[in-house]
C-alpha cells in the first residue's frame, strides 16, 4: 500500500511515533510518505520513507502547500494517517480538500484522546472529524469509552495498539549526555511536557517523604513547562531541597534525555489524569522500573512488582512508599531486572505495524478486522 502520514508537529511523541511507525510499515513492504513540519526532529536518524515539511505552529507555509498536494496527487496514497489532537479544525479542513483529489481513505491516531487545550468548538470540531474517518487507534483500552462517548466514535471502527519504545535509536545513534548529580545518587526521573495533569505537586510533597526516608536520593524534574514551574521550585527550596532536585523547565535534547534514562534509578509518573506515555513506553525501553499512577491505560502496561509499581493519583504518601520501596529494596531490584526486560519485549514496532497494516486493509476493502485488537 501507499500510505500518506500527516503529523503536523515537529518534535516530541507524536512525530517520533510517526517515524518509528513509518520504518516498520516500510520494513513490511509497504510505501510511506511523511507531511510534517518545519524542523523535524526525526531528521538527523536513520528513515525509510519520504518527508516533506510544510507546517509551521500547525499552520502551512503558502509556498510548500502547492508542493503538497503535488505529491498527493502523484503519490496517489490508498491511506491517509493523520496524528495529534491538538488542531481538528485544520484536519477538518484538509479532508474535505484532500478529498477533492484522492480517493484514499482517512484513519486517525489522536495520540491525546482528549485536547490539553479547550477552544470554543473545538469539541464540535473533532466530532466532524472523527466522522471523516474510516478507522481509529487508541494507544490504552480505557481510551476507547472516551472516544464513543465524547465523539461517537463506533467500537468496530477502532484498533487498541500500545506505545512501544519511541526513542530506541537513543542507544545507538549518539552518545548520551550525563545529567549532574551526586555519584551515588539514587535518581528519580520524572520526564515529558509539565502539565498541571500531571501531579508535579503530588511528586514534590511525596519527594519531601523520600529525602528524609533515602539520604542520597535525588529527584530530576525534566520538560517543555505548560505551567508556571516557580511554584514547584520554591516548595523544593522551602523544603531544603535545592540541591536534592533539579527542575530542568525546557525541552530536552535527545542526549540529554537519554543521559536522563541511563542515569536514572526509576521512572516516576504521579499523572492524575492521562490517556497515554510515550515516557512510560521509553522507560521500558531504558530497562528501567516505574512508579505509575492507575491513570492513562498505564495499568495496562505496568504490571505491579514486575516492571514497576502503581498506586492511586493525589496521593503523595503512596508514592512517597512506592519510590522508597523501588530505590532501597534490593530484592524488588532484582525482581525489576528480569521483569522490566521481558514486558518491554512485549512491545514491538514491528508488531504495531503489522495491526496497524492490518487496519489499513480493513478500510480499503481487504478482509474484516474484528471489532477490537488488543495488543496479546
Known amino acids: ?101 484522492t480517493k484514499a481513505r482517512f484513519v486517525y491516531t489522536p495520540q491525546d484522546v482528549l485536547p490539553t487545550y479547550q477552544k470554543a468548538n473545538q469539541m464540535k470540531a473533532f466530532v466532524s472529524l472523527y466522522r471523516e474517518m474510516g478507522h481509529v487507534f487508541l494507544n490504552a483500552k480505557q481510551n476507547l469509552d472516551t472516544v464513543k462517548d465524547y465523539f461517537g466514535v463506533k467500537e468496530e471502527s477502532v484498533t487498541i495498539l500500545p506505545i512501544a519504545d519511541l526513542t530506541a535509536f537513543t542507544r545507538t545513534d549518539l552518545t548520551p549526555v550525563d545529567p549532574e548529580c551526586p555519584p551515588n545518587a539514587k535518581v528519580i526521573l520524572f520526564f515529558g511536557q509539565i502539565q498541571l495533569r500531571k501531579g508535579l505537586d503530588s511528586l514534590v510533597l511525596a519527594f519531601e517523604r523520600v529525602a528524609k526516608a533515602v539520604p542520597d536520593a535525588f529527584l530530576f524534574v525534566v520538560g517543555q513547562p505548560q505551567i508556571d514551574v516557580a511554584p514547584y521550585q520554591e516548595s523544593l527550596e522551602r523544603a531544603g531541597l535545592q540541591d536534592r532536585a533539579k527542575i530542568i523547565p525546557r525541552y530536552a535534547t535527545f542526549e540529554e534525555m537519554a543521559g536522563h534514562f541511563h542515569r536514572a534509578d526509576v521512572v516516576v509518573l504521579p499523572y492524575e489524569t492521562g490517556w497515554n506515555s510515550g515516557v512510560l513506553a521509553s522507560a521500558m525501553g531504558f530497562g528501567k522500573p516505574v512508579v505509575a499512577t492507575r491513570v492513562g491505560g498505564f495499568d495496562e502496561v505496568v504490571q505491579d512488582g514486575v516492571n514497576g509499581l502503581l498506586v492511586e493519583p493525589k496521593d503523595p504518601a503512596s508514592l512517597a512508599k512506592a519510590l522508597i520501596q523501588v530505590i532501597t529494596d534490593n530484592e524488588l531490584r532484582a525482581a525489576f531486572d528480569e521483569g522490566v526486560p521481558a514486558v518491554a519485549a512485549r512491545y514491538s514496532w514491528n508488531e504495531i505495524a503489522k495491526q496497524t497494516q492490518d487496519a489499513y486493509q480493513s478500510v480499503t476493502g481487504s478482509p474484516a478486522l474484528s471489532l477490537v485488537h488488543e495488543h496479546a
Do not use: W
Not at 518534535?11 to 517515524?19: F, I, L
Not at 518527508?51 to 498536494?69: C, G, M, N, T
Open 1 to 101: 500500500m501507499r500510505i500518506l502520514k500527516i503529523s503536523p508537529t515537529a518534535r516530541a511523541g507524536t512525530p517520533q511515533y510517526a517515524h518509528n511507525l513509518a520504518n516498520a510499515l516500510v520494513d513490511l513492504g509497504h510505501e510511506v510518505a511523511m507531511v510534517t513540519a518545519v524542523g523535524y526532529e526525526m531528521t538527523p536518524y536513520p528513515r525509510k520513507y519520504e518527508v516533506l515539511e510544510v507546517f509551521d505552529r500547525y499552520k502551512p507555509h503558502p509556498s510548500k502547500l502547492a508542493k503538497f498536494y503535488s505529491l498527493v496527487r502523484s503519490f496517489q496514497p490508498d491511506i491517509i494517517h493523520f496524528q495529534g489532537a491538538q488542531h481538528p479544525t485544520l484536519y477538518l479542513i484538509m479532508c474535505k480538500t484532500l478529498r477533492l483529489i
